[in-house]
């Protein structure tokens, strides 16, 4: 590395651990940042050093801004990867790295911001010629104008907090009567969740597939994409299974997404590894949904196909070098599936479920890849996220590949707390899931013996 001399990684969890292996390939020397209740965290342990930032509330830890910019200064660290989660889209977080001379491994801290904000993402694209749903220019500016705009694009509606996203600040509105109610309590949830009351209105896509495209692009306007991932399978806005190809797409459908999806990266000169997230209606018209600026938890299935190494990618990119690859050089090969292995109970509502890990069997095998921070006589503290693994199967098609993850899921063992690998098991031996023929209602649906 010519820049990049040693790397923070500003996060926990499998994805730190993820972070560290691509620095140990690329021979970066790694800062591990931990909570008091992460120090006996794999990461700490496999990073070369390793600072303790605080308590373990986040917001007294791995998101405490000061805290990690002290620890990358006496570290000697001149480059922070945020993972995902926490720090990653905080484009305030960004700029201070920017101003105080350390790489932030993501895009430029401008793009953040304006893909932050839900509906300047939407006029970005707009401008790009890349389809968005039916809906207001921008932010609605008073209640005439959205009852202008819904006379337009008629019933159902929804109406979105713009600087919120990920499902979080969502209202659906199905008629007139509802309209005025849902319009104030949109507007004062998105000034309390967000402190930012504007928001925005979208015709509702009744029950869409929800397929994101991953890309990577440098610093001096090359873009690639490496193909498609379907993210319909989840629950609550939390994915559980992720694939890639998706199999509602043909290949004529797929092109004209991929394309779109370089074309809005290209609008706003994207240079970091990022998604296009796009949402899918019944007769496969697709439409612009968000653009995450960070490494996803499900970038995973892209490696697998493409036998690229995208976390390593993200770092050379902020390392300043270009993207020697084309578009023709990205070979995606086969059917790759993840599914999220969560300490939670399914049977009392999917509560987390922290605790000891007594005994692990993780399972093996061709064509199997795991990536954890969880061992035996690991205790899962209870501050953060439920997801402990990801287990990602690769197969030639489809069918092999679901074949391979019942084999894994059935090696799978945890004892001492509570998973969801019965349920994913469940999940994928549905006719729904078997005939590739789910959308991102299906688990409500499932849970409510509607299928
Ligand atoms: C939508 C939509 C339908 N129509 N937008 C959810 C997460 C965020 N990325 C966007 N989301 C949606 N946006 C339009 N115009 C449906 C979803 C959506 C959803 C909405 C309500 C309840 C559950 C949902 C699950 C997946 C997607």
């Given at each position: 590395?010519?820049?990049?001399?040693?790397?923070?990684?500003?996060?926990?969890?499998?994805i730190?651990?993820?972070?560290?292996?691509?620095?140990?390939?690329?021979?970066?020397p790694?800062v591990?940042?931990f909570?008091t209740?992460?120090?006996?965290?794999?990461h700490v342990a496999?990073?070369n050093e390793?600072?303790?930032?605080?308590?373990?509330?986040s917001?007294?830890s791995?998101l405490k801004?000061p805290?990690?910019i002290?620890?990358a200064e006496?570290s000697?660290a001149?480059?922070i990867?945020?993972?995902?989660g926490f720090?990653?889209e905080?484009?305030?977080?960004?700029?201070?790295?920017e101003?105080?001379?350390?790489?932030f491994?993501?895009?430029s801290?401008?793009i953040?911001?304006l893909?932050?904000?839900?509906?300047?993402?939407?006029k970005?694209?707009t401008?790009?010629g890349?389809?968005?749903v039916?809906g207001?220019?921008?932010?609605?500016?008073?209640?005439?104008?959205l009852?202008?705009i819904v006379?337009k694009?008629?019933?159902?509606i929804?109406i979105k907090a713009?600087s919120g996203?990920?499902?979080?600040g969502?209202?659906?509105?199905?008629?007139d009567?509802?309209?005025?109610?849902?319009?104030?309590?949109?507007?004062s949830?998105?000034?309390?969740a967000?402190?930012?009351?504007s928001?925005?209105?979208e015709?509702y896509?009744?029950?869409?597939?929800?397929?994101?495209?991953?890309?990577?692009?440098?610093n001096y306007g090359?873009i690639v994409?490496?193909?498609?991932?379907?993210?319909?399978?989840?629950?609550r806005?939390?994915?559980?299974?992720?694939?890639?190809p998706?199999p509602?797409?043909?290949?004529e459908?797929?092109?004209a997404i991929l394309?779109m999806?370089?074309?809005?990266?290209?609008?706003v000169k994207?240079?970091?590894?990022?998604?296009?997230?796009?949402i899918?209606d019944?007769d496969?018209?697709?439409?612009?949904?968000?653009?995450?600026t960070?490494i996803q938890v499900?970038?995973?299935?892209?490696e697998?196909r493409s036998?690229m190494?995208?976390?390593?990618?993200?770092?050379?990119?902020?390392n300043?070098?270009k993207?020697?690859?084309?578009?023709?050089?990205?070979?995606?090969?086969g059917?790759?599936i993840e599914?999220?292995?969560?300490a939670?109970n399914p049977s009392q509502?999917?509560?987390?479920?922290?605790g000891?890990?007594k005994?692990?069997?993780?399972?093996?095998g061709?064509?199997i890849r795991?990536?954890?921070?969880?061992?035996?006589?690991?205790?899962?503290p209870p501050?953060y996220?439920?997801?402990?693994a990801?287990l990602?199967?690769y197969?030639?098609?489809?069918y092999?590949?679901?074949?391979?993850?019942?084999?894994?899921l059935?090696?799978?063992y945890?004892?001492?707390?509570?998973?969801?690998?019965?349920?994913?098991?469940?999940?994928?031996n549905t006719p729904?899931?078997?005939?590739?023929?789910?959308?991102?209602h299906?688990?409500?649906d499932?849970l409510?013996g509607?299928?």
């Amino acid at each position: 590395m010519t820049k990049i001399k040693k790397v923070l990684i500003a996060n926990r969890g499998e994805i730190a651990l993820r972070v560290i292996r691509s620095c140990k390939d690329l021979k970066i020397p790694t800062v591990a940042v931990f909570s008091t209740a992460d120090k006996n965290s794999p990461h700490v342990a496999f990073s070369n050093e390793a600072i303790c930032i605080g308590p373990p509330a986040s917001k007294s830890s791995y998101l405490k801004i000061p805290s990690i910019i002290t620890a990358a200064e006496i570290s000697g660290a001149n480059a922070i990867h945020p993972g995902y989660g926490f720090l990653a889209e905080n484009a305030e977080f960004a700029k201070i790295c920017e101003e105080s001379n350390i790489i932030f491994i993501g895009p430029s801290s401008s793009i953040i911001g304006l893909m932050g904000n839900k509906s300047e993402a939407r006029k970005t694209m707009t401008r790009a010629g890349v389809p968005v749903v039916p809906g207001s220019k921008g932010n609605i500016d008073s209640f005439e104008d959205l009852k202008k705009i819904v006379k337009k694009i008629r019933y159902p509606i929804i109406i979105k907090a713009s600087s919120g996203g990920g499902g979080k600040g969502m209202r659906i509105v199905r008629n007139d009567a509802e309209l005025k109610n849902n319009f104030e309590m949109a507007k004062s949830e998105s000034q309390n969740a967000f402190n930012d009351a504007s928001v925005y209105v979208e015709k509702y896509i009744e029950k869409p597939h929800h397929i994101e495209v991953q890309l990577l692009g440098d610093n001096y306007g090359n873009i690639v994409h490496i193909g498609e991932r379907d993210c319909s399978m989840q629950r609550r806005h939390q994915k559980i299974v992720e694939e890639s190809p998706s199999p509602i797409l043909d290949d004529e459908k797929r092109k004209a997404i991929l394309e779109m999806a370089v074309k809005g990266a290209r609008e706003v000169k994207y240079n970091s590894a990022g998604t296009m997230e796009f949402i899918v209606d019944k007769d496969l018209n697709f439409y612009f949904m968000e653009m995450n600026t960070r490494i996803q938890v499900e970038h995973t299935v892209s490696e697998m196909r493409s036998e690229m190494d995208l976390i390593a990618k993200q770092i050379r990119i902020a390392n300043g070098e270009k993207l020697k690859m084309k578009q023709k050089d990205i070979n995606l090969r086969g059917h790759a599936i993840e599914v999220r292995i969560n300490a939670e109970n399914p049977s009392q509502g999917f509560m987390p479920s922290p605790g000891k890990i007594k005994k692990l069997n993780l399972p093996g095998g061709f064509g199997i890849r795991i990536d954890t921070f969880v061992h035996a006589g690991y205790e899962i503290p209870p501050h953060y996220d439920s997801m402990i693994a990801k287990l990602i199967v690769y197969g030639e098609t489809r069918y092999l590949a679901i074949n391979r993850l019942n084999r894994a899921l059935d090696e799978f063992y945890i004892d001492g707390i509570n998973t969801n690998i019965s349920f994913l098991k469940e999940l994928i031996n549905t006719p729904a899931f078997l005939q590739g023929n789910y959308n991102t209602h299906f688990v409500e649906d499932f849970l409510s013996g509607k299928n």
